[in-house]
T-cell receptor, first 113, second 111 residues
């Protein structure tokens, strides 16, 4: 079975550019999560969706960040405009229901110059 | 605010040793607790999920326990191997699958 698929694996871009990260959850999973990992703050939940609906976006750091889930098999996390402090590894995860484990993708390593 | 702490931050052991990783959390009102491992440059791999009604879970050489009243969980690794070298993260789940991660323990098992 295919796991959670994220793209791109690496992204290097200049400050001010728009960045779009993509995620395909495991088929049949109805919850999707976006996380950010940095050395300073560890792993933090940014936003999560249940049945394609955003449930909690309190972890989204600023209005420059937005996330969408247009259907059950695809989600995007967008940063516009990007800043150097957004540099981090961004993970997407999915799960099937409340008492089931979350499964993570391999992440997108984002570097903003 | 829920805080999750893992001790030790780093651990280096020779192959074959049994070891214990600790996880403590400040708010005992949790649903579940999940243990992960993370290899360098990789995502997280789920190891064990302990539901709030359970006290422990086992998978192969791994055993995780949960004591909600004291706000503690331990991950026991038996007969450690070099392939166990990774960062181990615990995460508490409080409401709607919202994971709050610990600080991690970096484990190195030398041959």
């Amino acid at each position: 079975d295919a796991g959670v698929i994220q793209s791109p694996r690496h992204e290097v871009t200049e400050m001010g550019q728009e960045v779009t990260l993509r995620c395909k959850p495991i088929s049949g999973h109805n919850s999707l999560f976006w996380y950010r990992q940095t050395m300073m703050r560890g792993l933090e939940l940014l936003i999560y969706f249940n049945n394609n609906v955003p449930i909690d976006d309190s972890g989204m750091p600023e209005d420059r960040f937005s996330a969408k889930m247009p259907n059950a098999s695809f989600s995007t996390l967008k940063i516009q405009p990007s800043e150097p402090r957004d540099s981090a590894v961004y993970f997407c995860a999915s799960s099937s229901e409340q008492n089931q484990p979350q499964h993570f993708g391999d992440g997108t390593r984002l570097s903003i110059l | 605010k829920q805080e999750v702490t893992q001790i030790p931050a780093a651990l280096s052991v020779p192959e074959g040793e049994n070891l214990v990783l600790n996880c403590s959390f400040t708010d005992s009102a949790i649903y579940n607790l999940q243990w992960f491992r993370q290899d360098p440059g990789k995502g997280l791999t789920s190891l064990l999920l302990i539901q709030s009604s359970q006290r422990e879970q086992t998978s192969g050489r791994l055993n995780a326990s949960l004591d909600k009243s004291s706000g503690r969980s331990t991950l026991y690794i038996a007969a450690s191997q070099p392939g166990d070298s990774a960062t181990y993260l615990c995460a508490v789940i409080k409401g709607f699958q919202k994971l709050v991660f610990g600080t991690g323990t970096r484990l190195l098992v030398s041959p």
